[in-house]
């Protein structure tokens, strides 16, 4: 499922930056780590679509003591993934009020009978769209998956943000 899901973006992708180019848009690809698979982001236009977010550990891995890292419940996930976005938006020049469009992928938690913790994902979420100081709620899909690249992965979030004129 994820090849399948990577070969879709990675088709959608190069539509995007093809189309773009075909239209005189200029195409950036972000590519802080050149061994990277893939683009932290691609700017086509004043459009910003920055690839999906995975959480930091909320407890690094300790090897020396054998114990694994620890990356916490939906809801810690989110509010990582989130900050993740926030900087990547921020090294851009844009805010999360720019995002004019959210996806999350979740998988079902364990912890939870292998159900989704979509209550966790929007307790996150509630802190950064639709507050008094940031009151942009952009268009926004979340759909369970079987699983996620990372196997402690219970959510991916990815956004579509647009420079304002």
């Keep these: 499922m994820f090849k399948l899901r990577s070969a879709a973006i990675a088709v959608a992708m190069v539509g995007v930056s093809y189309a773009a180019q075909a239209q005189g848009v200029e195409v950036k690809h972000l590519q802080p780590n050149p061994k990277a698979a893939i683009a932290s982001g691609v700017w086509a236009g004043d459009t910003l679509y920055l690839s999906g977010q995975l959480a930091d550990p909320v407890t690094p891995e300790d090897k020396a003591k054998g114990t694994p890292a620890v990356y916490g419940d939906t809801e810690q996930q989110a509010m990582s993934e989130l900050n993740k976005i926030q900087a ?65 992965a219970l959510l991916e979030i990815e956004v579509i943000a647009v420079r304002s004129k």
């Design 88 to 152: 990547l938006l921020k090294e851009q020049g844009l805010d999360m009020k720019d995002v004019v469009k959210m996806t999350v992928f979740m998988a079902g938690d364990p912890a939870k009978g292998n159900k989704l913790d979509f209550a966790g994902m929007m307790a996150s979420y509630t802190k950064f769209f639709g507050t008094k100081e940031q009151p942009n709620k952009p268009a926004r899909s979340a759909m369970q998956v079987a699983a996620l690249a990372a196997p402690w």
